[in-house]
Structure formats: structure tokens, C-alpha cells
């Protein structure tokens, strides 16, 4: 691949990104921002804005890479991030608008009037925030290093750089135009090479994969069918309890709007997600190398100077580059903001108040997973966004779906869910980072633990909350018409109010 | 086959003398949180309920199923459609559509659910 293009490529968006960043200085950022925006911003917007800070890294290059190096067993992966937001629309999505809860602690205030409770979402926010960031970083290095021959660590330090200074200079999270420009770019940059990639195969007699690689449970790991269920599980329930998901729930102007926004997503990823699998197979017939040298992530950036070469390999090459550095600014912009906020807000509140208190978290939020992800081993990006969503999956989703459902829900049982979901899953993340190379069941069981983790979680909530009926919310009635009623209806649903709350 | 005689009914005129029942109103009976107006949320609860349970046991049977489906038999992995194996024609083009329809029509109950609660509250 030739060196200049892409890295013209990637310093352009790099440089677009900051200069949109420094734009949005004059924009303030107050979660105002977010009402007057709900007034102004069409679904069409707001889904392509959902979309584009949703599409992160594991879904540009992971899930090809994923496919190219283990078949069809890993198509569950685009299908649950697509499918996670079905589960999202019919379970949260409206309710959660209503609930006007700006973050995941704000849910559990509101619902569970608890600060403590408060406390255990903040601190399951920070952490699925970084281990989301994790793989960001990781796999901007690998591009940088597919692109150009740079060693790992500057495209990691080079990306949190540019989401620091961009996050700093005023944020990208108010700007939903940009995230919906990221969406439309990440789409067009895997969709104009795949049509010139399929005419240059068909040119070659459109050879395709064979053997036991295209069947899906084909013994190629141990305890498939657990697995792919665990990942069922944790890519469904994981979406939605995601730190920077919720907060563009805000923009709707309502709970009807939210779940048809919801639905237009559904639509845009569902387009995005059949081109991995295409790149996936692509790679199987002209990239098979690439799995005993470890480097599958870099399958999407090496296809087009395999299959086309030349000039126009390069410019292929140079466009899908700058998608994938599209892909890891708005999701970690957005994931460094959420985590930021939260930070500012609930752990260093008090000591230091407004702008720089939320400076000094960004500092945080972003260092954190950048010193991380230069001292942690290579994951295949997917998997480790994977584990991310496992810990969502058992920690966050029992806490809105029997928050939003079951009145009886109480603090305890909310926080006890919470420790006992997030020390399982967080044990089984922390192990499968440090040594990926378990067999047997107890390997399967650490690396995919949603299928167990999930249901304690949720046994664990429901337990403790039976056993301490003394300690439900006294206003949960008056929460469950806040969060159930259509808004035309002129309700009582209590005061609680995002900028009022500390 | 015996016929029981019929029962004797009382038949006597309405008491015009007292009031009206005072006409409900469901706001008033939910923002009281009367037992009345408690029973109207828990219906518009449940009613969503049953949808959202519905549309995810549909995902559950039909989606779900499939790692199932392989396993057990393992022949329908061979399956072909259109020259392309039937996993790759399910899970990497067809599921799409497939979700979004489903989404689709949830969002379609969903708010019928809502209007029939507005239109049953609003009077």
C-alpha cells in the first residue's frame, strides 16, 4: 500500500475532525444544548448521528477480520449489534426518553431515588467506557501501522491526542450533524471499494471460500454452540446499557419520536452491517496470510492493493483508511465525552466545579484507556469490544429493563445485581485480556461470560429486591406514569430535572 | 335434564333522588394514584409488556434458534440458496430486513397501544 496516500487520508479527517471540534467551541456544551436540538434535529439526522458514533472500530475492521479468520460463526457479530438495538427499541427505548435521564446514574437516581445506587452505575459507566476505548486505541494504531509502517503505539497516542484536543476545544457530542456526517462517510468508505472489489473478483472467475471454513459450529474452537449463545446474549442485552448510546436518546423530542429514531437505526446498520461479511470473504480468497501473521483487523485496509493494485488499489486503500479513522474519533469522541461527564459530575464533583472539572476528567477519561491499551496485549478488536458488551450485558441491562418493568425493584436489589453481574464479568474480562489462551470449558466460560453473568445479574436484582420490599422507591408509582405515559397527556410525573440534579 | 324454576328478580326504578356518580377522569385518577388510576397504568404497562415479550420470543424462536438448528442438524448447514450456503444467505443478508420489520411492527403496536390509552385517559 502506498504510504502517502493513506496517511494524507488519515491526517485529513484527523485534521477535519479537530477543526469541526474547535468549530463546536462556540456552541455551548450544557445538556440544553440537547432541548434546543430536539427541536431543530429530524429523526434521519439524529438515527445517522446514533449511527455514527455507533459504529466504532470492531465494526469497520474487527468483524471482517473476525470473519476472514474464523467464517461463519462470526457473522453473530454485526447481527447482534444490529439486533441489540431491536432489544433496545422494544424494552428502553421510549421509556428511557421520558424518564428524561440524561446518563445511566441519572436512570437510577430518578428510579431508584438512591444516591448510592447512583454511585454503582457511575462507576459501571467509567469502566465499560474504557474497556470500550480500549480497542479505539488498539485498533488506530493498527491502521496507522497497516497505512503507513508506523509502530503501534504512535496511532494510539496519535488518536487519543486528536479525541483529547477535539473533546477539550468543545466537544463533538453537541454537534449531531458531525456524528451523522461520520455515519454517511463510514458508509460510503467500505461501500464504493466493495463494488470495485466485486467486479475485479468476478474478473477472476469469482473463486470462493470452501471447506469447513463456511460452515458455521465447525469445530474450529471449543464449546461453539455455548459460545455463539453467550455472544447472542451479550451483544443483544449489551447495547443498550453502552455509555454513549443513551445520551442521544435526548435528542428526540419524545418517547414516540425516540422509538422511530430508534427504528431508522435499525435500518442504517443493517445496511452497514452486510459489507463486513462481503470483506470477510474477500479476505478468505486473497488475504488468507493474514491469519498466521495475526494482523486479520487489517484485512478491509489491505483488500483493494491485493485485488486492484495500482493507483487505484491505493485510493481504495487510502478511502477505506480514512473511514476506519472516522470510525475510532467519533466513537471514542463520543465515549470520551460520556465517561468525562460522568467523572466530572459524580466523582469529582464538588472539588472542581463546571468547565475545568470537566477538562480534568477528559485528561482522565482518555489517559486511562490509552495507558491500557499501550500495556495490554493485542485482542482481535472484536473481541475485546465483545467483552465490553458482556459487562453492559450484566450489569446495566438488568438495571434499566426491571427498572423500566418491575415496579418492585429496590436499591439493594439494584445494587446488588450490579456488584454481582460486574465482579463476574469483570473477572472474566480482566483474566481473558491478561491470558486469551484458555481451552476447555473453563477458557470458554471466561471469554464469552454472558450466558452465566447475565442471568446472575438479573437473579441476584430480583432476589435482593423480594427480600427487601421496605426499601422501594416511595415515588415509584409516580416514576413508573413519568417513564410509561405518552407526553400529550397532561400527567403529574414528579420534578426531577437533568440540570437541576448534583 | 331438570329446569330449575326461574329465579324471582326484584325490578325497581332507578334512584333518581341522589346524585350522579361524579364522571372519571384518568388523569385526575392517576395523579391521585388511587387504586383506580393505578389500575389504568398497570394496564398500559402490562399491555406494552406482552408487546416488547412478544416481539423478543419471536427474535428468540427464530433468530435464537438458529445456532440450535445447526447443531442439531447439522446437515442444514450445507442448505444452499441461490448457489450460497443458507447460514451466510440468513445471518449476513436476510436477518437485516428481518429486524427491521420486526421493529416496524412493533413500533406500529406500540403506539396503537398508546393512542387507545390516550383516547381512553383524554376524555
Known amino acids: 500500500m502506498n504510504p502517502t496516500y493513506g496517511a494524507i487520508a488519515v491526517a485529513l479527517v484527523a485534521v477535519a475532525t479537530v477543526a469541526v471540534g474547535a468549530f463546536g467551541l462556540r456552541i455551548s456544551r450544557t445538556t440544553s444544548d440537547f432541548y434546543v436540538a430536539s427541536r431543530s434535529v429530524g429523526p434521519v439526522l439524529n438515527a445517522s448521528a446514533i449511527g455514527g458514533e455507533y459504529l466504532s472500530a470492531a465494526s469497520y475492521l474487527g468483524a471482517a477480520g473476525l470473519i476472514l479468520a474464523f467464517g461463519a460463526d462470526?457473522?453473530?457479530?454485526?447481527?447482534?449489534?444490529?439486533?441489540?438495538?431491536?432489544?433496545?427499541?422494544?424494552?428502553?427505548?421510549?421509556?428511557?426518553?421520558?424518564?428524561?435521564?440524561?446518563?445511566i446514574p441519572d436512570f437510577a437516581e430518578i428510579r431508584l431515588e438512591s444516591t448510592q445506587a447512583r454511585q454503582f452505575a457511575t462507576i459501571l459507566v467509567i469502566l465499560i467506557g474504557w474497556l470500550y476505548l480500549l480497542?479505539?486505541?488498539?485498533?488506530?494504531?493498527?491502521?496507522?501501522?497497516t497505512v503507513t509502517g508506523a509502530p503501534l503505539w504512535v496511532g494510539e497516542v496519535g488518536v487519543a491526542l486528536v479525541v483529547l484536543v477535539n473533546v477539550l476545544s468543545g466537544g463533538m457530542r453537541s454537534i449531531?450533524?458531525?456524528?451523522?456526517?461520520?455515519?454517511?462517510?463510514?458508509?460510503?468508505?467500505?461501500?464504493?471499494?466493495?463494488?470495485?472489489?466485486?467486479?475485479?473478483?468476478?474478473?477472476?472467475?469469482?473463486?470462493?471460500?470452501?471447506?469447513?471454513?463456511?460452515?458455521?459450529?465447525?469445530?474450529?474452537?471449543?464449546?461453539?454452540?455455548?459460545?455463539?449463545?453467550?455472544?447472542?446474549?451479550?451483544?443483544?442485552?449489551?447495547?443498550?446499557?453502552?455509555?454513549?448510546?443513551?445520551?442521544?436518546?435526548?435528542?428526540n423530542p419524545d418517547g414516540r419520536a425516540a422509538r422511530r429514531t430508534t427504528l431508522l437505526v435499525l435500518a442504517l446498520l443493517g445496511m452497514f452491517y452486510i459489507l463486513p461479511a462481503i470483506y470477510g470473504v474477500l479476505g478468505r480468497v486473497y488475504a488468507s496470510d493474514l491469519i498466521a501473521e495475526g494482523r486479520t483487523d487489517a484485512v478491509v485496509l489491505e483488500l483493494p492493493a491485493r485485488i486492484l493494485g495500482g493507483t487505484a488499489g491505493d485510493l481504495l486503500g487510502a478511502l477505506l483508511a480514512a473511514g476506519a479513522f472516522a470510525a475510532f474519533m467519533s466513537t471514542s469522541s463520543g465515549l470520551a465525552v460520556s465517561v468525562a461527564?460522568?467523572?466530572?459530575?459524580?466523582?469529582?464533583?464538588?472539588?472542581?466545579?463546571g468547565v475545568a472539572g470537566f477538562r480534568v476528567a477528559t485528561v482522565v477519561a482518555v489517559t486511562v484507556p490509552l495507558l491500557l491499551a499501550l500495556a495490554a496485549q493485542q485482542l482481535p478488536v472484536a473481541n475485546s469490544v465483545a467483552l465490553a458488551f458482556a459487562v453492559a450485558?450484566?450489569?446495566?441491562?438488568?438495571?434499566?429493563?426491571?427498572?423500566?418493568?418491575?415496579?418492585r425493584l429496590t436499591d439493594a436489589g439494584a445494587i446488588a445485581g450490579m456488584v454481582a453481574g460486574g465482579i463476574t464479568s469483570g473477572i472474566a474480562v480482566m483474566v481473558t485480556i491478561v491470558d486469551s489462551d484458555r481451552a476447555g470449558w473453563v477458557g470458554a466460560l471466561l471469554s464469552q461470560p454472558a450466558a452465566w453473568t447475565v442471568p446472575l445479574g438479573f437473579v441476584v436484582m430480583i432476589g435482593v429486591s423480594l427480600a427487601t420490599p421496605h426499601r422501594m422507591a416511595p415515588g415509584v408509582i409516580r416514576t413508573m406514569v413519568r417513564l410509561?405515559?405518552?407526553?400529550?397527556?397532561?400527567?403529574?410525573?414528579?420534578?426531577?430535572?437533568?440540570?437541576?440534579?448534583? | 335434564m331438570s329446569h330449575e324454576p326461574a329465579k324471582r328478580v326484584e325490578v325497581t326504578s332507578p334512584r333518581t333522588t341522589t346524585g350522579r356518580p361524579r364522571r372519571v377522569v384518568v388523569t385526575e385518577e392517576i395523579d391521585a394514584q388511587t387504586a383506580l388510576g393505578e389500575i389504568y397504568l398497570r394496564s398500559l404497562m402490562r399491555s406494552?409488556?406482552?408487546?416488547?415479550?412478544?416481539?423478543?420470543?419471536?427474535?428468540?424462536?427464530?433468530?435464537?434458534?438458529?445456532?440450535?438448528?445447526?447443531?442439531?442438524?447439522?446437515?442444514?448447514?450445507?442448505?444452499?440458496?441461490?448457489?450460497?450456503?443458507?447460514?451466510?444467505?440468513?445471518?449476513?443478508?436476510?436477518?437485516?430486513?428481518?429486524?427491521?420489520?420486526a421493529g416496524w411492527w412493533y413500533v406500529w403496536q406500540a403506539e396503537r397501544t398508546e393512542a387507545r390509552f390516550a383516547e381512553l385517559a383524554g376524555e
Open chain 1, 74 to 103: 462470526m457473522l453473530w457479530y454485526p447481527v447482534g449489534w444490529t439486533a441489540g438495538y431491536l432489544v433496545l427499541l422494544v424494552l428502553v427505548a421510549a421509556p428511557l426518553r421520558r424518564c428524561g435521564a440524561y446518563t
Open chain 1, 135 to 145: 480497542p479505539q486505541f488498539q485498533g488506530a494504531g493498527l491502521t496507522l501501522r
Open chain 1, 176 to 251: 449531531t450533524f458531525v456524528q451523522a456526517f461520520q455515519y454517511w462517510l463510514k458508509l460510503t468508505a467500505l461501500l464504493v471499494p466493495v463494488a470495485f472489489l466485486l467486479l475485479a473478483w468476478r474478473g477472476d472467475g469469482a473463486p470462493i471460500p470452501t471447506g469447513e471454513w463456511t460452515l458455521p459450529l465447525d469445530g474450529a474452537t471449543d464449546h461453539e454452540l455455548y459460545r455463539t449463545y453467550s455472544l447472542i446474549l451479550a451483544t443483544f442485552l449489551g447495547t443498550m446499557g453502552l455509555p454513549h448510546v443513551l445520551v442521544r436518546f435526548y435528542t
Open chain 1, 341 to 353: 461527564g460522568v467523572l466530572s459530575q459524580d466523582v469529582l464533583g464538588g472539588r472542581l466545579a
Open chain 1, 393 to 407: 450485558a450484566s450489569t446495566l441491562c438488568p438495571l434499566l429493563v426491571l427498572g423500566i418493568w418491575w415496579p
Open chain 1, 484 to 502: 410509561h405515559t405518552p407526553e400529550q397527556l397532561d400527567l403529574d410525573r414528579g420534578t426531577w430535572h437533568p440540570e437541576r440534579s448534583t
Open chain 2, 48 to 101: 406494552q409488556l406482552r408487546l416488547a415479550v412478544g416481539t423478543l420470543g419471536l427474535l428468540a424462536v427464530t433468530l435464537g434458534g438458529l445456532p440450535l438448528l445447526f447443531a442439531m442438524a447439522p446437515e442444514t448447514r450445507r442448505w444452499e440458496l441461490l448457489g450460497v450456503p443458507f447460514p451466510w444467505v440468513a445471518l449476513g443478508l436476510l436477518v437485516y430486513p428481518a429486524l427491521i420489520l
